[in-house]
């Protein structure tokens, strides 16, 4: 279960809605009915082993992202399959509703699925065998290929999924060629804005280091900044 702010939402709810269905709670401290029903839903979602996630968003923290369902009442329960609701239900019903909620965004689990649940590189490659495009298998694959530097075939395999926030940090890992964010990503990214106004590859090394530091490091913010200034 992962919580939700208005400046995660696009990333942990709409982006990642292409990979998994992602179940959305509306809540807030103050509601008795969300308390009731929260554990309900963890416990149900937790079951389906990672066929669908949810997430929970405090509306009154959260502004933007609750308006964004036009909520009118809490508890709300919305799910999302790509980019897209699908579901949803208001107020705090029984274990059996939410479980028939879940169970029609949760199909069942196939032998690709089980493989790529396995995690290690066989498992993968014959989760692939079964399904070229699986959600959870390519990205998987393709992270453990960048890391040990087999970046082109890390890259070629991410184009068969959708882009989101997971495969840019991939292929960012597979462009930069290193495992981790380099001990001197400041002084490279300083280096490289000097040159982005007219360099398209340097523009493209800033952004890969910027996805490898993530959207919580401060640097990330402070470097997009000093990009747009740059470029416009």
């Known amino acids: 279960m992962l919580e939700v702010t208005d400046a995660t939402f696009e990333r942990d709810v709409v982006e990642r809605s292409n990979q998994v269905p992602?179940?959305?709670d509306l809540w807030a401290e103050w509601c008795g009915p969300c308390r009731t029903l929260g554990p309900i839903l963890e416990k149900v979602v937790?079951?389906?082993?990672?066929r669908v996630e949810l997430v929970k968003i405090d509306?009154?923290?959260?502004?933007?992202?609750?308006?964004?369902?036009?909520?009118?009442?809490?508890?709300a329960v919305y799910a999302l399959r790509d980019g897209k609701?699908?579901?949803?239900f208001i107020g705090a019903v029984p274990e059996r509703a939410v479980r028939?909620?879940?169970e029609r965004l949760s199909p069942p689990e196939t032998e690709a699925d089980r493989l790529a649940h396995a995690g290690d590189e066989t498992s993968l490659r014959a989760a692939l065998e079964l399904q070229s495009d699986h959600p959870e298998a390519v990205p998987a694959l393709a992270e453990?290929?960048?890391r040990r530097g087999d970046d082109e075939e890390a890259l070629a395999l991410l184009e068969r999924v959708p882009e989101s926030a997971e495969t840019r940090r991939i292929a960012a890992l597979a462009r930069v060629g290193a495992a981790e964010v380099p001990d001197d990503v400041e002084a490279q990214l300083d280096a490289l804005l000097e040159r982005v106004k007219d360099d398209d590859d340097a523009r493209r090394q800033v952004v890969d280091l910027l996805e490898l530091l993530g959207p919580d490091d401060p640097r990330t913010a402070r470097y997009?900044?000093?990009l747009t200034a740059?470029?416009?």
Do not use: M, Y
């Open 100 to 102: 028939d909620f879940v």
């Open 59 to 75: 509306v009154d923290a959260n502004p933007r992202a609750s308006a964004t369902f036009q909520v009118q009442s809490i508890p």
């Open 224 to 226: 997009r900044k000093e």
């Open 85 to 88: 609701v699908v579901d949803g």
């Open 46 to 50: 937790g079951e389906t082993e990672g």
């Open 22 to 24: 992602v179940v959305v």
């Open 144 to 146: 453990l290929l960048a």
């Open 230 to 232: 740059r470029l416009f």
